[in-house]
Every structure is written in structure tokens, then in C-alpha cells.
């Protein structure tokens, strides 16, 4: 269970399409969050998503996918040099991946949201 919340609601995907979820949230223009996770499955491999008037405004996975440096790269806003210097740094202490390539002047904060909203697509995928 979620940090011992007890859910609203509780179910299966079989019987309920995913999609079929995301419509009735939007449609509702729901806030919360909804947690996924596989039967049987280690500790730690929920899902979070974080709806904030029936859109997905954030997404936890409980396996690492699209981080955001490589999704910044992917979008050609920051070089291989530029990646690789910000993850060596990023061991330091802990500062935002984002923050501190906007503190440092590398992006901007436009190009930083855009990036944001293309990894939450791609965790969301």
C-alpha cells in the first residue's frame, strides 16, 4: 500500500483499460494520485501519477525511465559534454537536475519545462 493511505478505489487493468482511467480523470478534472503496481512484485515497483485538475502533472516510477538529462539531450538542448559534465556534478549534492543546468546558464527555463513535459510523456508512454 501507498504510505498507508487507504485508495478510494482500487482495481485491475484487466477489467478497466488504463486509457479508460486517464479519460475519467480528465473528464472529471480530478486531483490525487493514482498508484499502480504489479501483483507479486518487489517492494518499491509502484507507479505513481499525480493529477492535478485531470491532467498528469507528475510521474514516479519505480524502475528509472527517462531521465532528464538524457531527454534534454534527446532534444538537442544540451550537447554529450554538456550531459556528462551535469551528471558528474549532480553527485555532489542534491540539486535538481534541471535547477542547476538553468543556475549554471546552460537552458533556460523555457527549454527546461518543455523537457519536463516531454519526460513526464515519456514516463506517462
Same mark, same amino acid.
Given at each position: 500500500?501507498?504510505? $498507508?493511505?487507504?485508495?478510494t #478505489? #482500487? $482495481? ?28 507479486? !512484485? ?11 485538475q ?36 549532480? $553527485?555532489?549534492?542534491g ?13 533556460? !527555463? ?16
Open positions: 500500500m501507498y504510505s $498507508g493511505l487507504t485508495p #478505489a #482500487a $482495481g485491475s487493468l484487466e477489467k478497466t483499460p488504463f486509457v479508460h482511467l486517464l479519460v475519467y480523470v480528465a473528464d472529471h478534472m480530478l486531483s490525487g494520485s493514482m498508484v499502480l503496481a504489479e501483483p507479486n !512484485r518487489a517492494q518499491g515497483q509502484e507507479h505513481t501519477i499525480y493529477f492535478f485531470g491532467s498528469a502533472s507528475k510521474v514516479r516510477t519505480g524502475e528509472p525511465i527517462a531521465h532528464l538529462g538524457r531527454v534534454l539531450f534527446e532534444l538537442g538542448f544540451i550537447n554529450e559534454s554538456e550531459l556528462n559534465t551535469s551528471l558528474m556534478a549532480l $553527485g555532489d549534492g540539486e535538481l537536475h534541471g535547477e542547476a543546468l538553468v543556475r549554471q546558464g546552460i537552458i533556460d !527555463r523555457s527549454k527546461l519545462m518543455r523537457a519536463l513535459a516531454a519526460q513526464l510523456n515519456r514516463k506517462m508512454a
